[in-house]
């Protein structure tokens, strides 16, 4: 099911073509289609900053796996500086920061999407605090894809990605796939989490 922010019209020229992948298993095929679709997005593309491309879905759905899968498939093809790959995970702040994350996120595409270079600060996950180092996402990369739950930007329709795709997965095989990646640490906030997606995916 897509989620009412992508589903829903948008403004014209302002909403992102979007592919919506069951993602128990993707197929070469769907790979191959996916690029294709890209592409062709990509060539309507006028800029200024990168062609963003955004991986969406809820926790264990595959964001990750599919950005570097792309990263890498794109990579051979146009060159080890053609794409990068931002993770959303190095910026909600704690297991209540999904939404602030994505507000923070969302700031930053919208610099982006003007050709201008995006600072951030990372979540010291073992710390439990924002690491005090600038990092800056540069604007001069052809193409960036972004994953990670609410990389769609809900709930900022002014800064859209130019390309989302939605991974669906069934909860109990996400759940299955998140605990096995992230062990027992995940499990105490599994439910806190999904709690979260529900309202950030309601917007």
Same mark, same amino acid.
């Given at each position: 099911m897509i989620p009412e922010h992508l589903d &829903?019209?948008?403004?014209?020229g302002g909403h *992102?073509?979007?592919?919506?992948? *069951?993602?128990?298993?993707?197929?070469?095929?769907?790979?191959? =289609?996916? +690029?294709r679709g890209i592409d062709r997005a990509r060539a309507r593309h006028a800029g200024p900053g990168p062609f963003i491309v955004s991986i969406d879905g809820r926790s264990g759905a595959g964001k990750s796996g599919l950005a570097l899968l792309l990263r890498d498939r794109l990579q051979q093809r146009d060159g080890a500086d053609s794409v990068r790959v931002f993770h959303l995970e190095v910026l909600y702040p704690g297991w209540e920061g999904l939404a602030a994350g994505v507000d923070l996120y969302a700031g930053m595409l919208a610099q982006l999407h003007r050709g201008r270079d995006a600072d951030w600060n990372a979540w010291d996950w073992e710390n439990d605090r924002t690491d005090p180092r600038p990092r800056t996402l540069s604007a001069d990369v052809p193409l960036l894809i972004t994953e990670g739950v609410g990389s769609t930007a809900p709930g900022h329709p002014e800064? /859209? *990605? =130019?390309?989302?795709? !939605? +991974?669906?997965?069934? #909860?109990?095989? /996400?759940?299955? /796939?998140? +605990? /096995? &990646? =992230?062990? #027992?640490?995940? &499990? *105490?906030? !599994? =439910?806190? !989490?999904?709690?979260? #997606?529900? &309202? +950030?995916?309601?917007?």
């Open positions: &829903r019209p948008g403004e014209p *992102p073509v979007v592919w919506v992948i *069951p993602s128990q298993r993707i197929s070469e095929a769907d790979v191959s =289609d996916l +690029l800064a /859209r *990605p =130019d390309f989302g795709v !939605w +991974l669906h997965l069934e #909860e109990p095989l /996400r759940r299955r /796939r998140a +605990l /096995r &990646r =992230d062990g #027992e640490m995940y &499990r *105490p906030y !599994w =439910d806190l !989490w999904a709690g979260q #997606e529900e &309202r +950030l995916f309601s917007l």
